[in-house]
């Protein structure tokens, strides 16, 4: 069985933490009109797409509501919906901009599962490639990606539609 590892992320893990918990970044980003600094893909009606500032691959992106809750079962049906439409938008824009063979699509609902952001439910789409793990994490524990976030952020944006 292949198994995705990002050794990398722990620098997120142990980076320290702002007294105030830097707040919720799936309110904050959208918040903000800097997309390029924030690295957000694109705005829907209910939901966006971002960039994660700790990819597990090139290209890997986050897909979450406006609304701050942590699980499926509390968005409305419109956002649900729209929640999945975004989902499919957003392997669309990385299809198109940087051809993956496959992908990763899942959620992590509450601390024990992983979510990093319990409280604000996102779905990551982590594109994948034939042979994507190589020594680089194994014995370096270090990821290579190919390109600098700002310039994927170029690349992926170029291919998402105008902002509904």
Avoid at 54 to 61: C, I, K, T
Avoid at 118 to 131: A, D, E, K, T, Y
Avoid at 145 to 161: C, I, K, N, V
Wanted: glycine share 8%; net charge negative; hydrophobic share 40%.
């Amino acid at each position: 069985m292949d198994q995705l590892h990002a050794y990398w992320r722990m620098a997120y893990i142990e980076a320290p933490k702002p007294e105030n918990g830097g707040g919720n970044p799936f309110t904050r980003i959208p918040a903000s009109d800097d997309d390029r600094a924030n690295h957000l893909i694109w705005r829907g009606e209910h939901t966006f797409i971002v960039m994660n500032k700790f990819p597990y691959n090139a290209g890997h992106l986050l897909v979450a509501p406006y609304r701050e809750v942590p699980t499926l079962a509390e968005l409305t049906a419109t956002e649900r919906a729209d929640l999945m439409e975004t989902i499919v938008l957003g392997q669309h824009i990385l299809t198109d901009a940087i051809q993956p063979d496959g992908f990763n699509v899942g959620f992590n609902f509450g601390g024990a599962a992983g979510a990093g952001i319990p409280q604000h439910l996102h779905c990551h789409i982590v594109p994948r490639w034939n042979g994507d793990t190589n020594f680089m994490p194994v014995l370096g524990e270090t990821k290579v990606l190919p390109e600098s976030m700002d310039t994927m952020w170029q690349r992926l944006r170029s291919f998402a539609p105008a902002h509904a």
